[in-house]
């Protein structure tokens, strides 16, 4: 039970002064109450929609005008608080609506416009916001926090006020006429005696409460994470390699550098199971203490909907409260850059861990980005060179631990990994850079690095960075060089090293979708998963039911049970290389459409724009298609079907004549096909 506030006789702890220095640009909107009240309605939102930064739809507008002139209602003798609107929770790139900061109290308030009821998934989500600031937001730390949840039609409800043990109310309910009470009578209820700076107090920056740390270490230590990546990786290479890691941490630390280490290996080598273990490996008051970021938004989900899922079954906590432990060491990349825009102090972890690095973007993708959806005029810098340079606040040491998968880029704008070493040749030679030989080798990285192009720079060479597998898991590794030999149109290199492995990782060839799926489900064991993926440039797989366009819930995809139609197991939702890249099935289902089409001689590049295919003329553009095929062809752990539909000669868009030259090609690359 919480304890229940009664008058003056039980009371919340005192709430404690914050000093920080003011840069704003925490909300949208932030005013003095006073100054709210006396600025115009249709000012308000005009200043929500330009910083929003994104296309605001009239409906979006029509929401915040009704929640203003509630809102102004409801303030009107409470000039002496703060408003902000549209608060952002650091680094965890959630909004809240309102947050009201009144005589030493923070008050969240999420609005449900037109909402007749209170739903519960709105209470856990009001609830959630308090959460994310009391373990995300330093200035919240030790001051009371109180949820309100206002749905505007519904019935007039009474207010009764509990609190857990580390000051967070348990959420109000309101239809918005009785805020002005509950902002008044709490604060009445329980003094808090030291009165908080608003702008001060918005401007926290993130640091996780040492709770909340804490959890997460014994989090990921009760849960085995090669359940999520199901990595083939051999476990001997990853201890070494995680060693390695450790050893360029500390030594950074020791001697005062800043290092940036990169770590390679081929797709299920364990890549990004060694960030994991980095990021948990240490305590929570160890200064080397790392976080893990990715950019791969769909790995982000899924990691951390595993582990909140596992805690709350073993421990039979919400698993509202499990994810935020797991959101503090597994983060999205795209949260920590935009708090840095905003935020100039150098973040509180000295060491970062970022996945998928290959896929941050460049100068021009990156700039276009600042400059268009979060208004920085004049922004001029890699997404690279700018994360490096946040590292580079640190006045002692610095070290990121980037994960690179060669030849994995699949979207306009990715850097790779010369992006990288660029970025710190122009504006960081003071960097120390350690690599493996094998980022300028082909095949390992689809894309090399040739290292002698930058004379700037202080590299020091190590094979450790690179994980190879060992010969009890060798089906990855030669999987994987089969692959780039396939994709790139050399199909005999490929047939010799399919040849090798068909009987440990049969591959085959299905031309009918139902023979394929009758094959996966013979193969798969009940423990075992599989999936249906398909290029996101596969748009004429749609007559065969495969529709690329879909958007999948990647959590539910890759985690439900196979009774779930919304799970990967039932084969009917299909997952791109977007939704796939960095993680694993067991036995997939490839649909190989015309959109990367073999003519007899080398591999032609389509994408389908309007009502017909037309021809992909820029390199960069070609070589995000074939990466693309690379992901998709090396999810699978255990086999998989190539999927080539036959198409129709009735069908101007589906030629068979195409669909045949593909299968003749895979025929000539060893790959059988099945009836």
């Known amino acids: 039970m919480l304890p229940v506030l009664s008058g003056r006789q039980n009371q919340v702890p005192d709430a404690r002064s914050i000093v920080v220095r003011g840069r704003g640009q925490r909300s949208l909107y932030s005013s003095s109450v006073d100054e709210f009240l006396r600025t115009e309605d249709t000012t308000v939102v005009g200043q929500l929609t330009y910083f929003h930064g994104f296309d605001t739809n009239s409906e979006q507008a029509e929401a915040w005008a009704s929640e203003i002139r509630m809102l102004k209602e409801q303030l009107q003798d409470l000039r002496h608080g703060h408003i902000f609107l549209e608060f952002l929770i650091p680094r965890m790139g959630r909004r809240a609506d309102a947050v009201i900061v009144l005589d030493g109290f923070i008050f969240v308030i999420e609005f449900k416009v037109g909402a007749g009821h209170f739903e519960s998934k709105d209470l856990e989500q009001t609830f959630g ?397 009940p423990t075992e998963s599989s999936g249906l993926l398909a290029s996101s440039k596969a748009y004429r797989l749609l007559p065969e039911g495969i529709f690329v366009k879909n958007k999948i819930d990647p959590a539910v995809w890759f985690l439900n049970e196979p009774a779930d139609v919304r799970s990967s197991h039932a084969l009917e939702l299909v997952g791109t290389e977007f939704d796939v890249q960095g993680l694993e099935l067991d036995w997939t289902i490839v649909a190989w459409d015309i959109d990367y089409r073999w003519n007899g001689s080398h591999f032609e590049h389509w994408k389908f724009a309007g009502a017909r295919w037309q021809q992909i003329r820029q390199n960069v553009d070609r070589d995000f298609l074939r990466n693309a095929y690379r992901v998709l062809l090396t999810r699978a752990r255990q086999g998989m079907v190539i999927y080539l539909p036959y198409g129709s000669d009735d069908d101007h868009t589906r030629n068979t004549s195409w669909y045949t030259s593909n299968a003749d090609y895979l025929d000539s690359a060893g790959l059988k096909t099945i009836s």
Not at 144 to 162: D, E
Not at 346 to 355: A, G, K, Q, T
């Open 129 to 525: 916001y308090a959460l994310d600031l009391k373990y995300f937001h330093k200035s919240s730390h030790n001051l009371p926090i109180v949820p309100v949840l206002v749905a505007t039609l519904a019935p007039n409800t009474s207010v009764n006020i509990t609190w857990d043990p580390e000051t967070i109310a348990a959420p109000i309910k309101s239809n918005g006429n009785n805020l002005h009470s509950i902002l008044t009578m709490i604060p009445a209820q329980a003094e808090a005696k030291t009165l908080v700076a608003a702008e001060l107090w918005a401007d926290g920056s993130y640091h996780p409460s040492p709770t909340i740390v804490q959890a997460a270490q014994a989090l990921y230590a009760g849960h085995d994470v090669k359940d999520i990546t199901r990595s083939e990786a051999d476990e001997a290479g990853l201890a070494e390699t995680s060693e390695y890691v450790q050893s360029i941490i500390h030594s950074a630390r020791m001697s005062g550098d800043k290092c940036i280490a990169f770590v390679t290996g081929v797709p299920g080598a364990g890549k990004t199971l060694v960030g994991l273990n980095i990021a948990t490996m240490t305590k929570a008051s160890d200064t080397e203490h790392a976080v893990y970021l990715s950019g791969n938004g769909p790995l982000v989900t899924v990691i951390q909907e595993a582990l909140a899922r596992d805690e709350s079954r073993r421990l039979g906590c919400t698993k509202a409260h499990s994810q935020r432990r797991a959101a503090a060491y597994v983060q999205n990349i795209h949260h920590f850059r935009d708090e840095y825009v905003r935020d100039t102090r150098p973040p509180v972890e000295n060491v970062v861990i970022f996945d998928e690095a290959q896929r941050a973007w460049n100068r021009e993708q990156t700039s276009k980005f600042m400059q268009t959806k979060k208004r920085l005029a004049g922004f001029d810098q890699s997404e690279p060179e700018f994360l490096i340079s946040v590292m580079d606040r640190h006045d002692d040491w610095a070290v990121i631990v980037a994960l690179v998968g060669g030849g994995q880029e699949i979207n306009a704008g990715e850097a790779g990994l010369d992006g990288w070493i660029e970025a710190l040749d122009r504006k960081h030679s003071n960097w120390k850079i350690y690599v493996a030989p094998e980022v300028e080798d082909p095949k390992s990285m689809g894309t090399p690095v040739d290292l002698a192009h930058y004379s700037s720079v202080n590299v020091e060479v190590s094979p450790t960075l690179h994980l190879r597998t060992s010969q009890r898991s060798f089906r990855s590794e030669l999987i994987s060089e089969g692959v780039h030999h396939l994709v790139h149109g050399d199909p005999d290199a490929a047939a010799e090293i399919f040849y090798r492995t068909h009987e440990l990782f049969p591959i085959v060839v299905a031309r009918d979708l139902t023979a394929a799926k009758t094959w996966i489900q013979n193969k798969r064991k």
